[in-house]
């Protein structure tokens, strides 16, 4: 029984095999294979085409960073209810009630941010 389910993953570890060599193999040819020349043109910073000004190392706003932290925060939360949409008849009335108090947790921290001002850019 425990050699039949090793050899259900077989193709798949043989596919890691055969990705992990392609890119090793890829990244060692292009080292070797490609051009060696660096001149200045080739070592400055570029940006959209812009000529660099100043220091890269500026201070930026936390609003910024707070704000794509709560996106990646609420938009994970989503991912979790897709499993949940697709089983929704298997699970019944315990999985509705589990999503509910999921969603009730997630707004009551939604409306935790908006009260705290996390969202506001005015100051």
Same mark, same amino acid.
């Given at each position: ?36 020349r660096?001149?200045?043109?080739? =070592? ?33 939360? +989503?991912?979790?209810?897709?499993p949940?949409? +697709? ?12 999503? +509910? ?5 997630l ?11 996390? =969202?506001?850019?005015?100051?």
């Open positions: 029984m425990a050699d039949s389910n090793l050899t259900m993953y077989l193709p798949i570890g043989l596919m890691f095999i055969v990705a992990l060599g392609f890119v090793g193999v890829t990244m060692l040819a292009t080292h070797a294979l490609g051009p060696k660096k001149t200045q043109t080739k =070592l400055d910073v570029f940006e959209c085409g812009i000529e660099a000004q100043g220091n890269a190392r500026l201070p930026f706003n936390i609003k910024y960073f707070l704000v794509a932290i709560l996106f990646v925060l609420f938009d994970v939360e +989503v991912i979790f209810m897709y949940w949409a +697709v089983n929704f008849k298997e699970l019944g009335i315990t999985g509705f009630i589990e999503m +509910v108090l999921f969603i009730g947790f707004l009551i921290g939604f409306f935790y941010l908006l009260k705290k001002g996390a =969202l506001k850019w005015e100051e």
